[in-house]
């Protein structure tokens, strides 16, 4: 499991599908800042990793206790500014 999002990247939300039991409070196609990405590990995804958003604590999840849990890096990708060139879009692909 690899990514090239850091901390203090801007990302985009691809992805803000929910199950009944969740709720995410991202939007698809909103961006935001990572404030911290590593490893995690949930009931519901097994091992991942994980970003935390600046801006948005998610508090305790009630159904497994977890302080503050990651969202799935897998959700978001990284923002790409006007005349980034090729290879650094490769890379962040």
Do not use: H
Not at 20 to 43: C, D, F, H
Not at 45 to 51: A, F, K, S
Request: proline share 9%.
């Amino acid at each position: 499991m690899t990514t090239t999002i850091k901390p203090g990247d801007e990302i985009v939300c691809i992805d803000d599908g929910i199950y009944a039991e969740q709720y995410l409070g991202i939007k698809e196609g909103a961006v935001y800042k990572a404030r911290w990405v590593g490893p995690a590990t949930s009931y519901m995804n097994g091992d991942y990793i994980g970003v935390r958003l600046e801006g948005i604590n998610r508090g305790v999840c009630p159904e497994f206790g977890d302080e503050d849990p990651p969202f799935n890096v897998r959700r978001f990708r990284p923002v790409v500014k006007p005349g980034t060139p090729a290879k650094e879009l490769e890379e962040a692909l």
